[in-house]
Structure formats: C-alpha cells, structure tokens
C-alpha cells in the first residue's frame, strides 16, 4: 500500500486525486494547499483527514511515502528536493522547474537518495501514443527526421498565476509547449538537441473585452496581470539531423483553436493529435491508416489515471519509469534555449 499526500489542490490536482482514490493500492492520506479554506473544502469531499498549509510540515509527516506536487511552477523545483530528501517518492507536474540550474538539482537530489521521481508528461501515459509507440519501436515508420506541433488558442490566456512570470516561468511555450515537445521528442526517441531558434511575440495581452466567447480562466484570475508571452515558435534541431517545428498560443487572431501532432519518418508518417492516424507505404501504394481502438484522440481522464498507475507501480514495484528526472532535465533545457534565443533574436547553441 503506497500512503500518498498532494501538495497544492487547485484544479490540475483533481486529475491527481481522483486516480489516487480509485487505485486499490494508495492509501489518500493528506493534502496541503497555501489556500486554507481551499484545502478544508477539498479534505471534507475526498474524506482526506491530515490538511496542512505549509508542505514541510507535510513532509515530517513518516506516514507518508510519495507525492504528487501540483503546485506553481515556481515551487516545483523546491518541494521536489525538500520531498526526496524527506525520503518521499515524487510525482511532479510539468514544467520539473523554471531554470536549467533547479531541474539540475532536483536531478542531483533524485541521484542522492535513490528516489523515484516521475514528470507530468501525462501525454506519454495516452492510449494512442502508446498504441504509435509500440509501431514506431517496431520500426513502422523508420527513421523520424521531422516532426511538426501546434497548440493554438485563439482564445485561452488563462489569467491569474499563469500569466505571471514569476509564478509561472512564461507564457503558452512553459504551459502548453511543454507538451508539444515533449511528446515529439519522446516518440523520436529522444535524440541530443543541440541547436534552437526560436521567437515570442507580445500583442494581444489577455483579450479580457472580448464578448461572447467563454475560455478556461484560472482560480485567481485578474486580468490586469500579465507579463507572459502570447505566441512562441520554434526550430529545434537535433544531433542526429531530426528536426522539429513547434508553435502555441494563449491567444491569436486565428479563425478558431487548432492542435497538431505529426512525425514524418522515412518508412511512414503518423499524426497522434487531433486523431491517432498512421501513414505507410506498401506494394508501391500510399496508405493511410486509423487503427480501430476506443479513442484515437487524447482522453485526459485515461492519460492522468494511466501516468498516476505508472508512478504507484514503479513506487511499490520499481517498474521502469517513463518520464524520468533526466527527461525533465533536458526538455527544460530545450524551453529556456527557445526563450534565450527569442530574447537574443538569434539562434542558440546547446
């Protein structure tokens, strides 16, 4: 039985909390949130006893063998470290941290004490990237050179600690770039990135006049708050010669939103976003395959309730761990190279 605490209950830990409860081996056993009546409200509907405000205290608490940190991006690096030197396992939602430097010490942290710690790249956890997996590991689709991904909202700055800096670490490239890349490079095979151009633009802020359109808007939205980007692109380029093209948005003046995942390799091609589709070549005859399963697209409920599963077994069972610190290490290094290379206004070496 793995005993479990949550540190930050806002609205991302839901998809943390529910998978908890409904996994037979993980025992709930508290919660803390800075937001005390928050934390009351949420110990009272999951019957969680043991509440806390501060996560230190939480972290004396012997009890408590693993978390899941859903917290401001500014504090992932933070209680990470404090956690695995606390002798706890670690589930840390993505982005690991906000600089190179803090992903480089929770890495240091997690090679001290033998910790497993996992990163929320709960898109790897999804049914279809899974199921492309399995073909691109069988050599489907070849060598993949190129891979292509949007995440674009016309309409979708969340507002409040997302659009603080300071909180967040940037805009729609840390929030939803993350995600995007990761699972490109991921299904690539992780290939040495070793060149990255890249631009942000500011010109739309929050768009908070904008009538008759409702969008996602965070818990302490405050619309006269924001320092973070609206739009990033990139070009990240990679030591065996692959490639890949990436850009998201908060918000653009874009007929409507748009999500994009496609790897081109030279035996096939796939798109993994909106639709899990496979591209192949037989008996001198382009196909286009969509693989008879339940959902070919990204169910969030599925992913988050497989990527919790991951992480309980590999805590109880010292199953191999997908989404390892090294992976958040390095996918930190290819974000903050595109915010280097924007805010030079020219290409960086890695």
Known sequence: MLKVGVIGVGSISELHIEPYKNNKKVELVAFCDVNEARVQEKGKKYEVEQLYTDYKELLKNEDIDAVSICTWNNSHADIAIAALEAGKHVLVEKPLS?????????????????KVLQVGFVRRHASNAKLLKTFIDHDDLGEI???????????????????????????????LGVHMIDICWYLMGKPKPVSVSGNTYNKLGNRSHVKNLSFYKAADYDPTLNDVEDLTNAMIRFENGASLLVDVSFTLQAKKDEISV????????????????????????????APQV?????????????????????????????????????????????????????????
């Open 262 to 289: 496609k790897l081109f390799g030279d035996k096939g091609g796939a798109e993994i976003e909106p639709e899990l589709a496979i591209v192949s070549e037989k008996h001198d005859t382009i196909l286009n395959m």
């Open 145 to 175: 050179y190129y891979a292509k991904a949007s995440c674009l909202r016309r309409l979708g700055n969340p507002g409040g600690w997302f659009s603080d800096s300071s909180k967040s670490g940037g805009g729609p490239l840390i929030d």
């Open 294 to 350: 339940d959902n070919l697209g990204f169910d969030f409920n599925q992913a988050f309730t497989s990527e919790i599963n991951h992480f309980v077994d590999c805590c109880l069972e010292g199953k191999e761990n997908i989404a390892p610190v090294q992976d958040g290490v390095e996918v930190m290094r290819m974000l903050n190279a595109v915010y280097e290379s924007a805010k030079a206004g020219k290409e960086i070496r890695m």
């Open 98 to 114: 906000m600089t190179v430097e803090e992903a480089e010490a929770v890495q240091a942290a997690v090679e001290k004490t033998g």
